[in-house]
């Protein structure tokens, strides 16, 4: 039973471009929402938590539907440095569940 | 900015033999927790730890592994006898809790040979 699940990627972009990550969870119970990012052989680091109204950090939009348990992660303008793989992650009490990951890569 | 720590930062061992991974979390932090990540795969929930107990654990974590927390800064995790299938990168976490936040460190890279 998958938990969490992701748009399998990878997503390749030129810079500049919109890109929208997508993520399903299956259990109603789940509390808070979070999308990190991990770098290549590196630990994930959190990039925003995601709330009910949807929130917005710069170029980062998050989204959260708990209707239909659909939390989303839109990045305007990409940089070449917004390459690497990006986690959904739900938390129920003290819980953490992670997604597989949606790579991205952004060139030049 | 505090940060959570990890040693070794690579460990490399012979199957069969015992490893501890050693962390140090964020001091006034109350929860703590340990994952692994298969190369290439999602990051998997270990155990969390409160109160100087675990609070719940993954079917992953069996009877070959323990945590610790023996002194009250670090956080260790033992595997009793590794095998081929325990190579990962094991993350240890500790949690915020008023601001509902996990901070992970760097990490340990476990090679079983």
């Known amino acids: 039973r998958k938990e969490v699940e992701q748009d399998p990627g990878p997503f390749n972009v030129p810079e500049g471009a919109t890109v929208a990550f997508n993520c399903t969870y299956s259990?109603?119970?789940?509390?808070?929402f979070f999308w990190y990012r991990q770098d290549c052989r590196k630990e994930p680091k959190l990039l925003m938590s995601?709330?009910?109204s949807g929130n917005e950090d710069g170029r980062f939009t998050a989204q959260l539907n708990r209707a239909s348990q659909y939390i989303s992660l839109l990045i305007r303008d990409s940089k070449l440095s917004d390459s690497a793989t990006y986690l959904c992650?739900?938390?129920?009490?003290?819980?953490?569940?992670f997604g597989p990951g949606t790579r991205l890569s952004v060139l030049p | 900015e505090p940060e959570v720590t990890q040693t070794p930062s690579h460990q490399v061992t012979q199957m069969g033999q015992e490893v501890i991974l050693r962390c140090v979390p964020i001091s006034n932090h109350l929860y703590f927790y340990w994952y692994r990540q298969i190369l290439g795969q999602k990051v998997e929930f270990l155990v969390s730890f409160y109160n100087n107990e675990i609070s719940e654990k993954s079917e992953i974590f069996d009877d070959q592994f323990s945590v610790e927390r023996p002194d009250g800064s670090n956080f260790t995790l033992k595997i009793r006898s590794t095998k081929l299938e325990d190579s990962a990168m094991y993350f240890c976490?500790?949690?915020?809790?008023?601001?509902?936040?996990?901070?992970f460190g760097p990490g340990t890279r476990l090679t079983v040979l």
């Open positions: 995601v709330y009910s």
């Open positions: 976490a500790s949690f915020r809790q008023a601001y509902n936040e996990q901070f």
């Open positions: 259990n109603s119970a789940s509390q808070s």
């Open positions: 992650v739900v938390n129920y009490g003290q819980n953490f569940v």
